[in-house]
């Protein structure tokens, strides 16, 4: 056995050692590279030593999603909801981007962690301490989410990279006839192609267009409820 290996065989094995390397395995190779054997050979244990620790492969995604969702900042006690809402779309934004393969799972998993109640309940937690009605509190979640799992879909999916963004413009230029298509051709030319554009800011846009919209539900029902 390698001096690599020794050491590895060293530390024990437990749930958040085994959690944390299938999330690695993920990160470099999608759910697809994610297999018990692999992720024995890479603690350096046979596969079936990983079943103290994890129930079965449903137990270790849910376990997974758990450590990722970890990574999202939660509103401070105290905190105004609006920069805590914001801080918290732009942490799962940036989690999605270190963990691509958590988009598409983290919808499927029926059987949460205490990690993922935690966030769900400190989001809802500081909009109602913050004057959100349930319903209201409700809807924010919904559509906060609806803007961060579609931008990230959409943002993982592009064929373009967004350095190159006004290149692909440019390129969808040279084979558009423009006159046929007054409009595209128009915010290729005046917007995309402009210095600076940069995809990534239409997060930002459509982050504060909710974030007003909720303010002023928020403030319409606080008026008509006092």
């Known amino acids: 056995m390698s001096t690599e290996s020794t050491k590895k065989s060293r530390v024990p094995l437990s749930r958040e050692r085994v959690l944390r390397a299938a999330v690695d395995l993920a990160d470099e190779g999608g759910l697809a590279s994610l297999t018990m054997r692999r992720l024995g050979e890479r603690l350096d244990v046979e596969a079936m030593s990983l079943y103290k620790h994890v129930a079965n492969k449903e137990d270790l995604l849910d376990g997974i999603v758990d450590i990722v969702v970890g990574e999202i900042d939660l509103p401070e006690p105290g905190e105004n909801w609006r920069p805590a809402m914001r801080r918290r779309a732009v942490s799962a934004r940036a989690m999605f981007r270190r963990h691509p ?22 989001v809802l937690g500081a ?74 800011n239409e997060f930002d846009f459509g982050l504060d267009l909710i974030l007003d919209g909720l303010a002023g539900l928020r403030d319409r029902e606080l008026r008509e409820g006092g």
């Open 101 to 122: 393969w958590a988009l598409l799972v983290m919808e499927t998993r029926s059987t949460p962690g205490a990690t993922t109640f935690r966030y769900h309940d400190a």
């Open 127 to 200: 909009l109602r301490a913050d004057g959100f009605s349930v319903a209201l509190a409700a809807h924010a979640f919904a559509v906060l989410d609806s803007l961060i799992f579609g931008f990230c879909l959409q943002e993982q999916n592009l064929p373009f990279d967004e350095s190159n963004v006004a290149e692909m413009a440019e390129s969808m230029m040279e084979a558009m006839p423009t006159d046929e298509y007054p409009h595209l051709a128009e915010i290729a030319i005046e917007h995309v192609m402009q210095p600076g554009y940069d995809f990534a």
